[in-house]
């Protein structure tokens, strides 16, 4: 499998499948690039599907340092991955952290997305600022944790969380995959992405313009259960011209390992939407309120 290298001298492993039009999976805090493979060996046999292991998620490399991790870094390492591959577009599909990316993809490279597929996207803090100030301050908590107790520990914890208890009752298997999958992580990695991408990056609804500006189709999904995520995703499909909603009953954070049949139909149908020129802009953007009789046309 083939190591892509960024503009800052990092090495990204990255694995593909498939032949056809990219898609470009960017995975979560709590995964990695394995975390997708219901998607990639479904969507392969129609699309050249591409999965990579963020910085600071080993067999990728992981800087030491906490100024090699951003919001935009992460962007721009989807980017730089897409380039090393010789592609000059690609949809995107992310989930939590990487949806953040795909959304800060969209915004820093428009002309590389043929479309967003945005799913538990958190906003990263409040508005407030004494609630902005103790996210940050529970994200430093939380990377000091990690490097101090190990991931190990730290896993039983985070795997467990209120929003993972959906996966774990319906697919314990594939849950306790997870978990192990997330403890055999790098300790450094995660203390570091938590401190420079969590904890730094500026909440998603602070960036109304840059949002408005986006020119890809957007398919957010986000489940029901998953709290943090709600307000962002009605926020998002109300800013963005060219955005659709799905919000799934009954369903956590861990959507597409969580219930990767509706997760793919989903993309699917999107996929094939945007592929037939058939996902325009919203006609009423911005939440306008419903009329019982609509005002007659001038």
């Avoid at 050249?48 to 963020?54: D, F, G, H, V």
């Avoid at 190990?150 to 959906?166: I, S």
């Amino acid at each position: 499998m083939p190591m892509i290298r960024t503009d800052d001298d990092v090495q990204l492993h990255v694995e593909e499948a498939g032949q056809g039009d990219p898609i470009l999976f960017i995975h979560e805090f709590g995964g990695h690039h394995l975390s997708w493979e219901p998607q990639i060996r479904h969507f392969s046999r129609r699309y050249r599907c591409i999965t990579y292991a963020a910085r600071g998620w080993p067999p990728s490399d992981v800087p030491g340092e906490v100024g090699a991790y951003s919001q935009a870094r992460a962007a721009d390492d989807a980017a730089a991955v897409l380039r090393g591959l010789g592609l000059a577009r690609a949809h995107l599909v992310g989930l939590s952290m990487g949806a953040t990316a795909a959304v800060e993809f969209g915004i820093r490279h428009p002309g590389m997305a043929l479309s967003l597929t945005v799913a538990g996207a958190g906003s990263g803090a409040s508005t407030d600022p004494a609630a902005k100030r103790k996210f940050r301050d529970d994200c430093i908590a939380f990377a000091d944790r990690i490097e101090r107790d190990g991931m190990a520990a730290m896993a039983e914890l985070y795997c467990a969380g209120a929003a993972r208890l959906q996966y774990r009752a319906k697919d314990p298997r594939g849950w306790a995959e997870f978990k192990r999958q997330f403890a055999a992580g790098s300790a450094l990695g995660h203390a570091m992405t938590m401190r420079g991408v969590q904890a730094d990056r500026v909440p998603l609804f602070e960036r109304k313009a840059e949002l408005a500006a986006i020119p890809a189709p957007v398919l957010v999904i986000a489940g029901d259960e998953d709290d943090s995520t709600l307000d962002l995703a009605l926020f998002l499909k109300r800013t963005i011209a060219r955005c659709g909603l799905l919000v799934l009953p009954r369903t956590g954070h861990t959507i597409n390992l969580e219930e990767p049949a509706a997760f793919n139909a989903a993309l699917e149908n999107f996929l094939l939407a945007v592929e037939h020129e058939a996902w325009p802009a919203q006609a009423h953007l911005g939440g306008g309120g419903y009329l019982l009789v609509p005002s007659s046309r001038k």
